[in-house]
């Protein structure tokens, strides 16, 4: 069976709701995983290189879970990338540590899915937030392996009993989504 990392980028991850949601069903239906917390690991965002290079040698399969803050990825995330992602380890003349791996991003945001189109209010489809992670894992010479991905997951959103159990029936979902892409990778 093929070795899963998934990293969580979400920078307060205790308060989450549906990235936390998705991570522990997530564990519950695929226990052999490893999870690499990066919020727990590194508040400070002093990131250990070597233990993250180290982590993901080990995986066949790396999926990023995170929420999009601002369009992109958490600053947590972004470092992490930047401080282990290295000259020499994951790209340039002699890093290939990476190449091969499968990639899968696994997202959330709070605004309704259906904004993100071109005739919705951010004017751009949600395919077209991610070119940043398809070159750099292109540059890595990793395997793009696709996305899951929630809207709607808002903290405006968790007002009322119902609106909360909404919101974990979705994310539950998402894990589900994300569990059924990595079988058939």
């Known amino acids: 069976m093929k070795k899963i990392l998934i990293v969580s980028g979400h ?7 549906a990235n936390k ?8 239906l695929l226990p052999e995983a490893e999870f690499a917390y990066l919020d727990k690991l590194y508040p400070d965002f002093r990131i ?4 993250e290079q180290e982590r993901l040698l080990r995986a066949d399969i790396i999926v990023l879970q995170y929420p999009l803050f601002w369009y992109s990825a958490p600053s947590l995330l972004h470092c992490w990338m930047e401080q282990t992602f290295t000259h020499g380890f994951s790209h340039g003349k002699t890093g290939d540590k990476l190449k091969g791996k499968q ?4 997202f959330t945001f709070g605004a309704s899915a259906s904004m993100y189109s071109h005739d919705g209010p951010m004017g751009y489809n949600i395919d077209e937030f991610l070119p940043c992670f398809k070159a750099t894992y292109r540059l890595c010479q990793m395997e793009f392996a696709g996305y899951v991905y929630t809207g709607g997951v808002s903290y405006a959103n968790l007002t009322t009993p119902e609106l909360i159990e909404q919101q974990n029936k979705v994310s539950v979902e998402h894990a589900e989504r994300l569990i059924k892409l990595l079988e058939s990778l």
């Open 11 to 17: 920078t307060d991850l205790n308060n989450s709701f």
């Open 103 to 106: 990639l899968v991003l696994s």
């Open 48 to 51: 250990d290189a070597k233990a």
């Open 21 to 28: 949601t998705i991570l522990e069903e997530t564990k519950k």
